[in-house]
């Protein structure tokens, strides 16, 4: 099992993501970092845990109001034994990994459609995502059609997301029946260490968290039991 920290980035500041409303988001300030600088979130994260990969949302990229380019480009100097899957909405953004492993695209569907998803060589993750429990935020056919999907793909509910009641697990069941091909990454509505050993006893190999870290439920003896166990 593997914990991939998140940090959504908007207008150059790590923010606070709640329930997916992105106007709202703030910079953060909690109990893990006081500082909003993405850098320093990072830094915070690896104080936890060396982690290999870590997930990052550009939020204005998303939104189509700008975007963090500069910002990431700068992150993939800083830290560049880590592995970025980047979210940004934009099938070939202007970024400068040290090396091609460095970066991994996330294609979120919605954002993309099944046209854009067929004109592309499978090297990326593709995120489902869902504004509530069942609302797709996409075409219905980039929801259960695996011949258009990538090996590894993000179940992504965002009204979970730092709501703190637990994870989707009636969707991440469905999609591990289902579709036993293809590894899912569950996100949204983790809260601590039973959640996570749960959707590890489910067959999920990894999971995006956030709010669990920076309000201390999961710390590093947490992250001991979850990789050695």
Same mark, same amino acid.
């Given at each position: 099992?593997?914990?991939?920290? %998140?940090?959504?980035i908007?207008s150059?500041?790590?923010?606070?993501?709640?329930? !997916? *409303?992105?106007?709202?988001y703030?910079?953060l300030?909690?109990?893990?970092c006081?500082?909003?600088?993405?850098?320093? %979130?990072?830094?915070?994260?690896?104080?936890? +845990?060396?982690f290999?990969?870590?997930?990052?949302?550009?939020?204005?990229?998303?939104?189509?109001?700008?975007?963090?380019?500069?910002?990431?480009?700068?992150?993939?100097?800083?830290?560049?034994e880590?592995?970025?899957? %980047?979210?940004?909405?934009?099938?070939?953004?202007?970024? *400068?990994?040290?090396?091609?492993?460095?970066?991994?695209?996330?294609?979120?569907?919605?954002?993309?459609?099944?046209?854009?998803?067929?004109?592309?060589?499978?090297?990326?993750?593709?995120?489902? &995502?869902?504004?509530? &429990?069942? $609302?797709?935020? !996409?075409?219905?056919? $980039?929801?259960?059609?695996?011949?258009? +999907?990538?090996?590894?793909?993000?179940?992504?509910?965002?009204?979970?997301?730092?709501?703190?009641?637990?994870?989707? $697990?009636?969707?991440?069941?469905?999609?591990?029946?289902?579709?036993?091909?293809?590894?899912?990454?569950?996100?949204? !509505?983790?809260? &601590?260490?039973? &959640?996570?050993?749960?959707?590890?006893?489910?067959?999920?190999?990894?999971?995006?968290?956030?709010?669990?870290?920076?309000?201390?439920?999961?710390?590093?003896?947490?992250?001991?039991?979850?990789?050695?166990?």
């Amino acid at each position: 099992m593997q914990i991939i920290p %998140v940090i959504d980035i908007k207008s150059g500041h790590a923010v606070l993501a709640k329930q !997916g *409303q992105r106007k709202n988001y703030q910079p953060l300030s909690t109990a893990l970092c006081s500082f909003s600088e993405p850098a320093a %979130v990072i830094e915070a994260y690896l104080n936890i +845990w060396n982690f290999k990969t870590l997930y990052i949302a550009d939020i204005d990229s998303l939104m189509g109001t700008g975007n963090n380019t500069a910002c990431i480009n700068t992150l993939f100097k800083t830290f560049p034994e880590i592995e970025f899957m %980047v979210d940004c909405g934009v099938i070939k953004p202007n970024y *400068q990994p040290l090396k091609n492993t460095q970066h991994i695209p996330v294609l979120g569907t919605e954002s993309f459609d099944s046209s854009a998803l067929k004109s592309l060589e499978k090297n990326f993750i593709l995120s489902l &995502d869902f504004a509530t &429990d069942n $609302l797709e935020m !996409g075409k219905s056919i $980039l929801y259960n059609s695996p011949e258009l +999907w990538p090996k590894k793909l993000i179940i992504m509910t965002l009204a979970l997301v730092g709501k703190n009641c637990g994870a989707d $697990l009636q969707k991440i069941k469905h999609y591990l029946q289902h579709y036993p091909n293809h590894n899912f990454i569950a996100a949204g !509505g983790i809260r &601590d260490l039973n &959640d996570v050993m749960q959707l590890k006893n489910l067959g999920i190999q990894q999971a995006l968290v956030a709010s669990a870290l920076h309000n201390r439920q999961i710390k590093k003896e947490h992250c001991r039991l979850i990789y050695q166990t």
